[in-house]
C-alpha cells in the first residue's frame, strides 16, 4: 500500500490500522518514498525487559560479601 504525506496526515489511524492487519505503508512525498510503516511482529520485541525496573546481570568481582554494619563503617571513615 502506498500513501502521500497529506493522506498519512488525514488518515493516519486508517494507515495504522492496515499496518496492524500485516500491510505495509509506503509514505510518500512529492513522488519520492520518506518513510514505511510496517507490522510489528513478535521478533521485533526483545525477550528481556528493556526498562530499567529490570532484572540486572552483574558480574562477580570476586569482593568479600559485607553486611550492613561493615559497609558503615567502611563508609565512615571516608568521611571528611
Known amino acids: 500500500m502506498e500513501a502521500t504525506a497529506?493522506?498519512?496526515n488525514q488518515r493516519s489511524s486508517q494507515i495504522l490500522a492496515?499496518?496492524?492487519r500485516g500491510e505495509t505503508v509506503t509514505v510518500t512525498k512529492?513522488?519520492?518514498a520518506v518513510a514505511r510503516v510496517v507490522p510489528i511482529t513478535g521478533d521485533d520485541i526483545p525477550p528481556y525487559p528493556t526498562d530499567p525496573m529490570g532484572d540486572l546481570d552483574l558480574p562477580e568481582l570476586g569482593l568479600p560479601d559485607l553486611d550492613d554494619e561493615e559497609i558503615?563503617?567502611?563508609l565512615r571513615?571516608?568521611?571528611s
Do not use: W
Open 6 to 8: 497529506r493522506e498519512f
Open 18 to 20: 492496515a499496518a496492524a
Open 30 to 32: 512529492n513522488g519520492v
Open 72 to 74: 558503615e563503617d567502611t
Open 77 to 79: 571513615g571516608m568521611g
